[in-house]
């Protein structure tokens, strides 16, 4: 037996307490902007390192937007950057208005070529044809161009000018039309029209949903009905959507009061939000089809 002194006996008694009952610790979360900093300066290490020692001059506005492009492809496939003329663009699609000559255009043997000019606009007015091929703009070769250049070189400022070269086949030579841009309206519903005894076909195909949408679908289907519809075509087909507002809308045309459209979700739960059916409906006896392919997406699939 060894005899312990009085000051070694509290330390033991100090020690096994301290094996009874652990030390407890609690682990603090990073703070967010803390992380958010260090990534950023990071960032900017990298970019810096690239202007300084890259063997070759670089495109400060290129590389930033591949930055940034990179950033997002890691998130999902519907978060986007929209820079001005993306917003532009974006305004367009929702509002279904534009300034320009008023014609669908494609490409064929590398030429841009007048898929059809829309009723009432400058092009139609000027005598465009399906078909006639647009061989320059403004003096300059449109040998090669694509779509999205001579689409943005036939949009302008309301009141101004395009002068553009075509060719139409059996004619030669070519000839100059000089047209007035103007505010073109596209509307969402194409076509509108009884294709059979009691059945109503309405079109928004290769449309998209803007803001007059459901106001077009219901003039529409109320003008089905009084001509004697007693079922229902609608064509979504190439329909890329638009608007999530109109497109609840435009169900509400069918479906019974208080019938569930469509959820909203945020991160966590912090929100969520169901909208449904609101007013009586217009067509909801009617028998429907829809027609969807695999170009119908986001609003069109709602």
Do not use: C
């Amino acid at each position: 037996a060894t005899r312990v002194g009085p000051l070694q006996a509290t330390r033991i008694a100090a020690f096994l307490t301290l094996l009874i009952h652990p030390v407890v610790t609690f682990a603090v979360p990073e703070d967010p902007y803390e992380q958010v900093h260090r990534n950023w300066e990071r960032l900017g290490a990298v970019y810096g390192r690239v202007i300084e020692h890259y063997y070759d001059e670089v495109d400060h506005d290129t590389i930033m937007r591949a930055a940034i492009d990179g950033m997002l492809r890691q998130l999902d496939p519907y978060s986007q950057f929209f820079d001005e003329e993306g917003v532009r663009q974006l305004r367009q699609d929702t509002t279904g208005k534009f300034a320009g000559l008023g014609i669908t255009v494609g490409i064929k043997d590398h030429y841009p070529v007048v898929i059809a000019p829309i009723e009432g606009t400058p092009a139609d007015r000027a005598g465009l044809r399906p078909g006639d091929q647009i061989v320059a703009i403004e003096g300059t070769s449109t040998l090669g161009m694509s779509l999205e250049d001579v689409v943005n070189a036939l949009r302008g400022e309301q009141g101004t000018r395009a002068r553009i070269t075509l060719s139409r086949l059996g004619l030669t030579p070519d000839w100059d039309a000089v047209i007035e841009r103007e505010i073109i309206i596209i509307r969402s519903v194409a076509v509108s029209d009884i294709i059979r005894p009691g059945i109503g076909y309405i079109s928004m195909r290769q449309t998209r949903f803007s803001e007059d949408t459901a106001q077009e679908v219901e003039e529409a289907l109320r003008g089905l009905i009084s001509e004697g519809a007693m079922s229902l075509l609608l064509d979504l087909r190439g329909n890329p959507g638009g608007l999530l507002g109109q497109a609840a809308e435009v169900a509400d045309l069918f479906l019974p009061k208080g019938a569930p459209i469509v959820s909203v979700r945020e991160r966590a739960d912090e929100r969520h939000e169901t909208k449904v059916s609101q007013s009586k409906p217009v067509a909801a006896e009617l028998p429907l089809v829809v027609l969807i392919d695999g170009g119908s997406a986001s609003a069109a699939e709602i």
